[in-house]
């Protein structure tokens, strides 16, 4: 039976790659609620950088065995585990062929931008590793499961802050009397961000030349740590990253607010982008998956629901924060990234929406309950941690630390 | 001394990577002839293609130890020889210290669009051995020499055939009432041309981000085989690649009209690109090198001549041929590659033309030397290598023949 997509009517098999980290984990949790057969396939390696750069997530989280037992227990559901790299396109295979999935959701990637500029070996290891891996996954859908829906997670970052509105994947140039609609113009500002950008480019001609169909999610900066599912027992708990390399904006805000640190607003703070709650990431990937793109179509939908900019994120925790009975202090420190601190961005976000998303927008509730979350926890936080020390025009041209192996 | 662009007034020491190939080999013995100190380093994974594949090159090369003697008997020049993997950083961290070189031009990079979609292994192969080689020279750049002026091969195929005019390497788009100039919009249609826009992103950021000076030559397809410096001794000679993986449009068809075979036009044959005769890309490389970037300058060149189609190539070489007496004629063959046979192409190619470019059109008499090249070594083709025999759409999932090693 067929849809208008020509595609079977309700995919059911989904493979999460990347399932065992911060937004793969609560997608699959939230998968599986929705009746759709999920298996996990991760090399945990985000597990290895937190012991290699001596990092921990603020809340404990339990092993990814015990994470799938503990969710069999509460609800008689199973996942598939699939532990590997997807570079390995022989542990791949074997995982496409066994699982057979209607669709692939990737969040598979090495996703930290300082991560990627911490020196050149983990500059070049996060660009192999995030487009061969992906390579791999295109191959392999084109190998064992052509009708499969690739469901990819890109960053807002690939856009960079261009002075003019950012569309969605596309924009038509109307250039000396003559009009075209070509892919959105990049201009990504690190080395993890330039791997997303080659991975959209790499994709886009698979989907030309082969057919395949593909969903590029251009995600925003994710916060909160809770999702219906996560919530409903501990061993479910998700990461949560408030250090320097792994840590994202709002998330570090309020681990900073909670143990007394100032807020480490980066130069000026007038660095805008597009944020979203992470229970939205579940919703928004569910949609992508129950509407699969066409044959041939490489679809992109910018996945976030709000702008702000640092300062104004600043200012939110700050008050929040002084209800609480937090004393919150804001501090500029020296930039360690090269971006614009003060700039126009108006990036469009309607694709999602139309398909059915329902946002939650960052409230005074919800600022309310991270900030709660992260005072419950933040005996465990290392403040030595805190500060970002990741340079990006020193770029540590000799090895740091313990180099990752490729 | 400073020029007007803080550069040292005049680039001294050139490093040639990939300098034992089809472009290198005639650029490094130009710039020897105008008196630049030139350092070759090249793996010489090119001539390991032709044994694994078992293809030739129509004229009978030497060893690169053999060019570089013979060059130095005829003119008491020496060049330098790094032999080695520059996606091996230790190789070449050690090339950049003993060097020590004012600029780098890079051609070291798998280039054949067909080889690249042989198979998994080959795609791979292409991405991670382009991709991560510049990154290493990116690297090496700001660790040994943050002068150095990088010359990066790149490729007009990295624009694709949009419906606009191609600009060079920026476009100033107008949208909802803003404006701003960004980079020109890329679609690739190989994973070896996707390589290029890889690295094109990877430079842009390395610009931005560490001040380093680039320019990008987005070269059209090369045409002929003589140069000056190259025509001085027959252990001098250049390759000439005629097969259906690594030979070009019209040096294909003068070796096709040369043994009677019929003229492989793919498809409808309205296929339009920008081409340049190899004495063209010789003096392209170093006008770019005596006019170096700025600090912190991404600068693009479209590196072509002039426009033709495959039909136009092949109504050419039709008639030059019937001027020599041999019996030409074109015949469609089912276009192996996923690519638009009838479109719009106008591109851009003014700025190397501002900095002095004297171009050798293409011109019967031309016509007639390559011609009768390809007829003095008739004798030297292998005819089962002529037809194309890689299709995109089917891009061999299994591994075809001996895999090359990363
Ligand atoms: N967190 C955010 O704010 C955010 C924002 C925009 C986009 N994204 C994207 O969403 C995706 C998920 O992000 P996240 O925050 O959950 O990251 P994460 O690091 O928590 O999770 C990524 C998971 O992928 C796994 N992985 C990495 N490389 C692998 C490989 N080669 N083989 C198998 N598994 C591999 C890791 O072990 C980890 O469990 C990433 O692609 C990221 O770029 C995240
Ligand atoms: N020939 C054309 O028509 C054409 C057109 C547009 C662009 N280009 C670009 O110009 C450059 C040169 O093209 P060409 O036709 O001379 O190709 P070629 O294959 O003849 O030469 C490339 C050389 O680079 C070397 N090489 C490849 N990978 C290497 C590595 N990792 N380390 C060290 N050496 C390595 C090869 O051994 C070879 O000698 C390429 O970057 C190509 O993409 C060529």
Not at 104 to 133: C, K, L, W
Request: hydrophobic share 35%.
């Amino acid at each position: 039976s067929q849809n208008s997509n020509g595609y079977i009517s309700k995919p059911k098999k989904v493979m999460v790659i990347g399932g065992d980290g911060y937004c793969g984990w609560p997608t699959s949790l939230h998968l599986s609620n929705k009746n759709y057969e999920v298996a996990i396939v991760d090399s945990l390696v985000r597990r290895l950088f937190d012991h290699q750069l001596g990092l921990d997530s603020l809340t404990p989280i339990s092993s990814i065995q015990n994470r799938i037992h503990q969710w069999h227990s509460l609800t008689g559901k199973t996942m598939q585990l699939y532990i590997g790299n997807i570079c390995d396109f022989e542990f791949l295979s074997e995982a496409f062929k066994s699982f057979e999935p209607d669709a692939v959701v990737h969040f598979g990637e090495q996703r930290s931008a300082p991560y990627s500029m911490i020196d050149r070996s983990r500059a070049v290891f996060t660009q192999h590793n995030n487009v061969i891996g992906t390579l791999n996954v295109l191959f392999a859908i084109k190998e064992f499961c052509e009708e499969c829906h690739l469901v990819k997670l890109g960053t807002m970052g690939e856009y960079g802050t261009p002075n003019i509105d950012i569309e969605e994947g596309y924009i038509t140039i109307t250039h000396n009397g003559r009009t075209d609609t070509l892919p959105y113009p990049k201009q990504a500002s690190s080395f993890y961000h330039l791997s997303k950008v080659h991975d959209s480019h790499n994709i886009a001609f698979t989907c030309k030349a082969w057919g395949l169909r593909a969903t590029d999610l251009n995600q925003g900066v994710v916060y909160g740590v809770r999702t219906e599912e996560t919530a409903l027992h501990e061993e479910l708990c998700n990461r949560f990253d408030y250090d320097g390399v792994f840590g994202t904006a709002l998330n570090r805000f309020c681990v900073q607010a909670a143990v007394g640190h100032p807020l480490t607003v980066y130069g000026k703070g007038g660095q805008t982008r597009g944020y979203l709650d992470i229970r939205d990431t579940v919703q928004c990937v569910e949609l992508a998956i129950a509407n699969p793109a066409k044959h041939g179509e490489f679809r992109i939908f910018n996945q976030f629901t709000e702008q702000f900019s640092i300062n104004k994120l600043a200012g939110l925790v700050t008050k929040a924060g002084e209800k609480l009975g937090l004393k919150v202090e804001a501090l500029s420190v020296p930039n360690p990234r090269v971006e614009a601190e003060e700039h126009y961005y108006n990036a469009k976000h309607t694709k999602l929406i139309d398909l059915g998303l329902k946002p939650h927008l960052l409230s005074d509730s919800l600022l309310d309950s991270l900030l709660n979350f992260a005072i419950q926890f933040r005996d465990r936080v290392d403040h030595s941690q805190i500060m970002p020390n990741i340079l990006w025009d020193v770029a540590s041209r000799k090895p740091s630390g313990i180099e990752p192996r490729l």
